[in-house]
């Protein structure tokens, strides 16, 4: 893992580049810049390579050919650990006010239409370009795993389990496990699929239930944060929830299966921090993982 200096202001000289990766044509962009001839102490100067001349060359941010090169063939904690390495290489830290600006000004606007949807809810927020204005507008980020759980130093800013959220729900959701809820205490706005609740599963525990359309996501973001967070663990870490939510997260992988919008997002992750969440990219992977079998004590 890279850590590197700070970027500047999304709003001002990170967003313009940002902005420009997911799914536009190539022909609409401009030229890139010629390649540096040395270093550089401009940050402007190294921004613009990693943002938006990798990204102009590759304008749908495809996977590289030989990026899951060295999981082929594997199964198990051997895929596991594979995926580990792949996805630690390359991943650069902008920390977590530079991320939570990529997410609401790019990542999780890829129309340039400054609207941005509520993870929970599907509500569309819009005037909506970093994280004062997301704010301005009730929003905040969502850890899906919890900061006190865990998500902290590089894990917080991760944006493979960083969604957007209301601030509310977000509050309601707290550090509870995903779950199942058979008993509703709280809910956005209903009790059926099209949205998310706190109450408790049929076992008894209280848990946090998103609406259907984003269980499988979030079961994905769940998996790769094991994977790339097990062995190099934050401070505060902690398999509690998820050795109470892992059967269920596998079951709305398999119920959930990733989409287009999914994907882009993947692809929109991997142009600010450089590494892919693996799970969407070969959904089949999460079988082969044996998940089933984890041994979480």
């Known amino acids: 893992m890279t850590t590197l200096a700070p970027l500047p202001s999304v709003s001002q000289a990170v967003l313009p580049a940002l902005r420009a990766v997911p799914g536009l044509p190539a022909a609409s962009s401009p030229a890139p810049p010629a390649p540096s001839k040395g270093p550089s102490h401009n940050r ?3 921004q613009t390579p990693f943002v938006r001349r990798d990204w102009q060359a590759h304008p749908r941010a ?17 895929l596991i650990t594979a995926l580990r390495g792949i996805v630690t290489n390359g991943h650069v830290d902008h920390g977590y006010k530079q991320a939570r600006d990529a997410m609401f000004g790019m990542v999780d606007d890829p129309q340039k239409t400054d609207t941005v949807a509520d993870v929970y809810s599907g509500e569309l927020k819009t005037n909506v370009s970093d994280r004062k204005s997301a704010f301005q507008r009730g929003l905040n980020a969502e850890h899906t795993w919890p900061q006190s759980r865990g998500a902290q130093g590089v894990a917080q800013g991760d944006l493979h389990q960083l969604m957007p959220s209301d601030i509310n729900t977000n509050s309601k959701r707290g550090h509870h ?4 809820v058979e008993q509703v205490e709280w809910s956005n706005g209903g009790s059926d699929d ?5 109450g408790t599963t049929d076992d008894g525990i209280q848990a946090f239930e998103p609406r259907a359309a984003v269980k499988g996501n979030i079961a994905r973001a769940l998996l790769y944060f094991y994977t790339r967070y ?3 663990r934050p401070p505060a870490y902690t398999l509690g929830n998820l050795k109470q939510e892992l059967p269920t997260l596998l079951e709305w992988h398999q119920a959930d299966p990733v989409d287009n919008a999914e994907l882009e997002r993947n692809n929109a992750v991997f142009s600010v921090q450089g590494n892919r969440n ?4 070969h959904p089949e992977w999460v079988s082969a993982a044996q ?3 984890l041994d979480l004590a």
């Open 44 to 46: 402007r100067d190294w």
């Open 62 to 78: 495809e996977t590289p050919g030989n990026y899951y090169a060295a999981a082929q063939g594997k199964e198990g904690a051997a």
């Open 177 to 180: 496990p995903f779950g199942e």
């Open 194 to 198: 099209a949205h998310s609740k706190l």
């Open 230 to 232: 097990n062995e190099d």
């Open 278 to 281: 693996p799970y969407v990219d």
């Open 291 to 293: 998940f089933d079998k």
